[in-house]
């Protein structure tokens, strides 16, 4: 908590203290739900926290990452920020849109292999050869206390909250957010939400250790990659503090996509909506006032308006067929 503490500070600024809003959703939900909107940081995802309090520690001439999109986008302008050099290294599966926002913030791209598990290798590899320090995307002391300022935020804004609802990937958002708001009031439950292929943290919980798991494309394509088989922080952090971990199906992604456009008015990435997807499904019962994060709007435009318009989607080998929004 004191780590938590210290990055409110250090990031003061620099990420921003996002809005927290009622959702429209919430009487059709049948429960006060409100949304954290990560997705206006300047980089248009969380990660933004995260990356500037680690990356406001390092002392050397740049830093290197690894990421399915968010993380580097994040790196590149925390990097910026201080006049640092940044690489960012991805895998074939990240989408054209979040290549280029890393770029535009000024960062090298190395497109290495076909999954964040070789675009990790590659990142690894780089900062030996280059002197470059690494800045991993969730397991990781610095990034996990800059995410959990986003706990401070929700239970400072709102100490009524019973549960939280959020996206899972590698953990650290989920690890850092729990950690502050148990700490503050430890009754809270703390709900997880993955899709339900190749989703690496809910498959190590299940198995009580971290696993291997094959990356498919996805709608939600931030929550893909492993987790590291070394995993020492945000594996052990989440076995310990999620009380629930949810799965969502493409279909039930597609749909939240449009829900929230829809909706909310909003233009959220699928990562994004998983905890919105679960809840429109009927996956999840909640009491009191809870709050999910709306954790990124980097989307692939040119898929996004084929969900809005409830036109079918090609994610690898699965063909999702189109549903037509119901108001
Ligand atoms: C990274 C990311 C997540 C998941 O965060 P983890 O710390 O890896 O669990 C969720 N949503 C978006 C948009 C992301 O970029």
């Known amino acids: 908590m004191s780590d938590v503490m210290a990055a409110a500070a250090r990031i003061r600024g620099l990420a921003d203290a996002t809005p927290l809003v009622p959702a429209a959703l919430s009487d059709r939900l049948g429960v006060e739900l409100l949304l954290k ?12 926290r995260g990356a500037v309090n680690a990356v406001a520690q390092v002392e050397g001439p740049g830093v290197v990452c690894c990421s399915t ?53 590659e990142a690894t590899r780089l900062a030996e050869a280059e002197g470059l320090i690494e800045i991993p995307p969730f397991d990781n002391a610095h990034v996990i206390a800059g995410q959990g300022t986003i706990g401070l935020e929700l239970l400072s804004a709102r100490p009524d909250l019973e549960a939280l609802i959020i996206p899972l990937s590698g953990g650290g958002l989920a690890a850092g957010i729990a950690l502050a708001a148990k700490a503050i009031k430890p009754g809270i439950r703390i709900i997880g ?20 798991v094959t990356e498919v494309a996805s709608l939600a394509d931030s929550l893909g990659g492993g987790i590291g088989l070394q995993n020492a922080l945000s594996y052990p952090l989440c076995a310990a503090l999620l009380d629930e971990v949810v799965l969502v199906s493409e279909a039930e992604i597609y749909r939240a996509m449009q829900a929230v456009f829809h909706a909310e008015r909003l233009v959220a990435e699928g990562g994004s909506v998983v905890g919105i997807a679960a809840l429109l499904a009927g996956k999840l019962k909640l009491t009191g006032p809870a709050a999910t994060v709306l954790t990124g709007r980097n989307v692939d435009m040119a898929q996004f308006k084929r969900v809005i318009n409830g036109e079918p989607v090609t994610l690898g080998a699965l063909e999702l067929e189109g549903q037509h929004h119901e108001p």
């Open 37 to 48: 909107l990560e997705l206006c940081q300047p980089t248009g995802a969380f990660k933004l």
């Open 69 to 121: 999109g968010n993380h580097g986008r994040a790196v590149a302008f925390a990097a910026r920020q201080r006049g640092l050099r940044a690489v960012v290294c991805l895998s074939e599966l990240v989408p054209q849109a979040k290549v280029e926002g890393i770029r535009a913030q000024g960062a090298e791209v190395h497109l290495a292999g076909r999954s964040q598990d070789e675009a990790q290798v």
């Open 193 to 212: 939400v993955s899709m339900d292929r190749g989703a690496a943290m809910a498959e190590a919980l299940a198995a009580g250790h971290p696993v291997y």
